[in-house]
């Protein structure tokens, strides 16, 4: 039995691994951004091959799951402002590792300027509260929330309103699990 590895396939992939996963202090490498899922991933194309960018210290309002739920206030104003910077543009990944599976923390660099830090200074992120990649430093980040919060910039104009993406994330997991039990519930009672 005759096994070959695709060679084009594992090349771009080792390609990418090299790009990607190295410290960010030494690698930083131009593509393109080809499309912005929302206010805080992007997928890159550059070096013959594509990935997908979580933009590392933020998180932004969330996506609906369904067509019958409304997505997380500020989501589709996230995502515009965020396509508005960057989509069709060379830009800076610094990287930052794997977040998981087929995703890398990434820092989005524009002529210089921190796109991430930007997202958070108009009001359409929070700081990220998982965990972050090993020797990211979030005192900008979170300077940068504390400003537009002090001024009620973006999402920040909700005031006791807001809800965190990560706690909206938790919600909608529990609204699942119930819905989940209850289908369960109504199968036995048949």
């Not at 739920?69 to 500020?74: D, G, K, S």
């Not at 200074?121 to 998982?130: D, I, M, N, P, T």
């Not at 430093?137 to 104009?157: H, S, T």
Request: hydrophobic content about 40%; aromatic content about 8%.
């Amino acid at each position: 039995m005759n096994f070959r590895l695709p060679v084009r396939k594992c090349l771009k992939t080792l390609i990418l691994l090299v790009f990607l996963l190295f410290p960010s202090a030494l690698l930083a490498h131009q593509f393109k951004v080809i499309r912005v899922y929302d206010g805080d991933t992007i997928k890159v194309e550059g070096y013959g091959t594509q990935a997908v960018i979580r933009l590392v210290g933020i998180d932004a309002p969330e996506a609906r799951d369904t067509k019958r739920e409304p997505a997380q206030p500020y989501y589709q104003e996230a995502k515009r402002h965020l396509a508005s910077l960057i989509l069709n543009k060379s830009v800076e990944v610094e990287a930052h590792g794997l977040e998981r599976h087929d995703t890398y923390w990434g820092t989005i660099l524009l002529d210089g300027k921190n796109i991430n830090l930007e997202m958070l200074r108009k009001g359409l992120a929070e700081v990220y509260r998982g965990k972050s990649p090993e020797g990211v430093d979030l005192e900008p980040f979170i300077e940068a929330e504390e400003e537009a919060r002090a001024v009620k910039r973006g999402m920040w104009e909700l005031g006791d309103k807001y809800i965190s993406p990560q706690r909206w994330r938790m919600i909608r997991k529990a609204r699942l699990g119930l819905l989940l039990l209850y289908c369960a519930c109504e199968k036995k009672g048949k």
